[in-house]
């Protein structure tokens, strides 16, 4: 399917390529003007949805849709048809500039956190022009023009993921422009890119339409081991069988056909997950396509027979799923702004370097909180995904750099290209890295970009960006603070970066964060360790997290609070549905079945006592065993009956998620014990949900 990728390779993008030919040139140069900060007037906008329209059309598009990023993780969408009537009412086909800047949808069906009333209805979207748009054929059904947007409120509020995220680029943008101007570095633009590696599970449909956990909360709530997990390390890396290559061979082709450079696809290392890596963009085209990833993800593993799941953690006792958020600074002159030079750092390098080392260790409680969701709650901190405690791991080439910058050493070392030869005189020398990769750091430096390794598989990308370009351009506008006062620019720059070092050395560690010592050592320097959402949720209304937003022109008191309540809310319903299901599928599907096995037991042992042979024994633990399992359920089923309803009458979210967090999943826990000790006895032909290794060795 994929042998013409270099012929459909962007197709179906209103991208440069298509823009030249679809519009008139100073229409096209008006247009590259507005991406770079200049007026859009509604004359452009006339100009450009002329051209658009003839695009989408000839690719099959009817209608055309405001595509934007509500606060609920998804996106959205409002079909309009390019169908309209002329004066004469006869049919023509229609896109007006009006049409392509504004729209307009309901503010207060979308979580707003109060910012919106439910009688205050009104809500606008507004045309991304740095995102392009894109036509996404419908398979056998429409096929839509997506215009990327941004949603707010009647009032100019944010409503959705995508506004503060711009919001942050042109921060981080205004504040390394002042730095670059007193380091002397020429640059136009400064933009941070992104790189969101996808994991993600595939499930046989007809196997995991068995499973009401699965269709309701996307998770198993319920599983005893299977026999072979990962134990084996045999997964990862391993040959992609022919159904998985038919499936990642069509979402390559469809993603290519949008213009999503999916780069990189292998198994990962649980059975049944895998991995899409795609190329950088920048941050808000990188959380656009990735939020078209997970959708194309969904709708084309359907088509294979296939449930694609997304969540942090759909199975218990192997790996779950994350969403490596690889970020840099690049300048529009093409220069990598976080790439260390192999011959040692240089002054513009460094500088960008220790400020976001400072913007980690100035608000680790933030870049936590823009991780933190239920589902990220099951996966954080296990041997598979970062604790949740922040720190950086950087290497000993760039804490060799640091040391020296404390000690008024220097910056750089003169170092050169180190070798490494493998003992085989056919394999070629290789340049080694300047550091090794330390897969156990939530935020990890590799030679030319920071991973953001806690971003969990279901989130947007867009909140955690926001976060870290917000924190970032808080320290380069103190730093460019102080250059454009200093009379000596070196000195001062030498002062604050050696200040910054012994400021915030603390958040660096190279060693193993899953080590009980690591935790000890954090706690020793002060470094919060928040262990759940609800916690880490709970400090994004700390006044100087309130206040970095504001000063940076990204989010206001309230949109934060808004979002902060949208955040407890999302858990709390979350968590309210998993216990629903879970009482559920235990009164209606478990414990049935665990009873039927009870009476089979009772039967075969009435019918062996009856023959006086004295065979009955064993029959009778099994009789026992059973009947203490339904007993334990049984109990732990009220149990959290019982918890329940105490949850429903809270109506104050913190206060709500936190019961949850407390009350309810405890005792969800130990329904889930009690369960998966019955499916252990329970015969194979009575036990009504497809067992772990069914669902992970199809």
Known sequence: MSSNFIEIFGENVFNDKAMQKYLLPNVYASLQSVSRGAQLTIEIADAVAEGMLAFATERGATHYTHWFQPMNGLTAEKHDAFLSLDAYNRPIKFLTGKALIKGEADGSSFPSGGLRATFEARGYTTWDCTSPAFVREGGSGMTVLCIPTAF????????????????????????????????????????????????????????????????????????????????????????????VSAFMDELNHELWKVGVLSKTQHNEAAPSQYELAPYFSTANIATDQNQLIMEYMRTIADRHGFVCLLHEKPFDWINGSGKHNNWSLVTDTGVNLLKRDKSGPNKAFLTFFIATISALDSFPELM??????????????????????????????????????????????????????????????????????????????????????????????????????????????????????????????????????????????????????????????????????????????????????????????????????IMLRQYAKQM?????????????????????????????????????????????????????????????????????????????????????????????EKLRLAADELERIVDKELWPLPSYGEMLFV
């Not at 950087?394 to 750099?401: E, F, N, P, V």
């Not at 400021?503 to 954090?522: I, L, M, P, Q, T």
């Not at 262990?531 to 006044?543: D, Q, R």
């Not at 059973?626 to 104050?652: F, P, T, Y």
Request: with cysteine.
């Open 152 to 243: 707010c409120s009647f009032s100019g509020q944010a409503l959705d993921e995508k506004t503060p995220l711009l919001r942050s680029m042109e921060a981080i943008n205004r504040e390394a422009l002042r730095v670059l101007k007193q380091l002397g570095v020429p640059a136009n633009s400064v933009v941070p890119m992104v790189g969101g590696e996808q994991e993600y599970f595939l499930i046989d449909k007809e196997i995991a339409k068995y499973r009401k956990d699965l269709t309701y909360t996307g998770r198993t709530l319920f599983g005893a081991p299977p026999a072979k997990g990962q134990e084996l390390e045999d997964q990862y890396y391993a040959p992609v069988n022919d159904r």
């Open 368 to 565: 936590r909180a823009s991780c933190s969701t239920l589902g990220n709650d099951c996966r954080l901190g296990g041997n598979e995904a970062p604790p949740p405690i922040i720190s950086a791991y950087i290497g000993q080439t760039m804490a060799g750099d640091l040391e020296r910058v404390e000690n008024n050493k220097g910056t750089t070392d003169g170092a050169g290209v180190e070798k490494m030869t493998i003992g085989v005189s056919s394999l070629a020398v290789l340049h080694k890295d300047d550091a090794d990769r330390n897969r156990t750091s939530p935020f990890a430096f590799t030679g030319n970009k920071f991973e953001f390794r806690m971003v969990g598989a279901s989130q947007s990308l867009a909140f955690a960006n926001t976060a870290l370009n917000t924190a970032v351009a808080d320290q380069l506008a103190r730093l460019a603070e102080k250059l454009e006062s200093a009379a000596d620019k070196e000195a001062a720059l030498n002062d604050w970066m050696r200040e910054s070092v012994v400021e915030h050395k603390r958040v660096v560690f190279n060693g193993n964060n899953y080590s009980k010592e690591w935790v000890e050592e954090a706690v020793r320097r002060g470094l919060p360790i928040l262990g759940n959402a609800v916690s880490a949720v709970e400090t994004l209304t700390k006044e100087r997290v309130v206040e970095v937003f504001a000063r940076m022109g990204v989010l206001s008191r309230e949109e934060l609070a808004a979002r902060q309540d």
């Open 576 to 668: 309210h549905i998993e216990a629903l299901t879970m009482l559920k599928m235990s009164r209606k599907e478990l414990l049935p079945a665990s009873v039927k096995q009870l009476k089979a037991y009772a039967d075969a042992f009435n019918a062996l006592n009856a023959t006086g042979l004295g065979l009955d024994s064993s029959v009778e633990a099994l009789l026992r065993r059973v009947s203490e399992g339904i007993n334990g359920m049984h109990d732990a089923v009220e149990a959290l009956a019982a918890e329940i309803r105490k949850e429903e009458k809270n109506e104050v979210p913190l206060a709500r998620a936190r019961f949850q967090r407390e009350r309810v999943r405890p005792a969800m």
